[in-house]
């Protein structure tokens, strides 16, 4: 299957700073990857869809002024979470779209995954 | 109502025995289902695709049920490494957006 990696896979940071988060496609490309955001014992929640070359697309309740996405390749995706805070503290998830081909429908690759902790 | 329902178990089971999972979903516009297994503190791994016929893929097997709008995964011959939460996907039609279920944890022992 694809290969997806994110970079970094664990980050801890005091709360007001901004992290940003890395996603790569590494032997395709993808037009479409996307933010997922996981709490504890809860399911994946969709923050929002990154399109190459466009602005994202985000998921009602997610503040696309702090969370920023910047898909500026086909190979990669960044995820920025400005001034940070505890509650923001979450396993952030990328997926990468592989289209279907001969009627078989698309296929999401995921990344391992960035644990943030905002102290 | 959720769009992705699961029953969050943990599902105890000895090795080698059966085990079935059910997911409903709500959305009637679905039209691509999956089950992904997702480790503790991993990604979420694709497992299968579901396809209207049924179908297996080695000790796994998936079904769908369109009119009551369920789907279900049997593993047989349970072994240790199926230990994990398996994940309920659905996809609507006109969308490349996944809706993930909050998933069933199986917990296989020996």
């Known amino acids: 299957g694809a290969v997806v990696s994110q970079h970094p896979s664990w980050v801890i940071c005091k709360s007001g700073t901004s992290v940003k988060i890395e996603c790569r496609s590494l032997d395709f490309q993808a037009t479409t990857m996307f933010w997922y955001r996981q709490f504890p014992k809860q399911s994946l929640m969709l923050m929002a869809t990154?399109?190459?070359?466009?602005?994202?697309?985000?998921e009602q309740g997610v503040e696309k002024d702090k969370f920023l996405i910047n898909h500026a390749s086909l190979t990669l995706s960044t995820l920025t979470v400005t001034s940070a805070h505890p509650e923001d503290s979450s396993f952030y998830i990328c997926?990468?779209?592989?289209?279907?081909?001969?009627?078989?429908?698309?296929?999401?690759?995921f990344g391992p995954g960035t644990r943030l902790t905002v102290l | 109502r959720k769009e992705v329902e699961q029953d969050p178990g943990p599902f105890n089971v000895p090795e080698g025995a059966t085990v079935a999972f059910n997911c409903t979903y709500s959305n009637s516009a679905s039209q691509s289902f999956f089950w992904y297994r997702q480790d503790c503190r991993k990604e979420p791994k694709l497992l299968m695709s579901?396809?209207?016929s049924g179908n297996e893929d080695g000790r796994f097997t998936a079904q769908l049920n369109r009119a009551s709008q369920y789907i279900s995964l049997l593993i047989r011959d349970s072994k240790l490494s199926d230990s994990a939460t398996y994940l309920c996907?659905?996809?609507?039609?006109?969308?490349?957006?996944?809706?993930f279920g909050k998933g069933t944890m199986l917990l296989v022992s020996p």
């Open positions: 990154s399109n190459e070359g466009s602005k994202a697309t985000y």
């Open positions: 997926s990468a779209r592989v289209p279907g081909s001969g009627g078989n429908t698309d296929t999401q690759y």
């Open positions: 996907v659905v996809n609507r039609r006109g969308y490349s957006t996944l809706t």
């Open positions: 579901v396809y209207s």
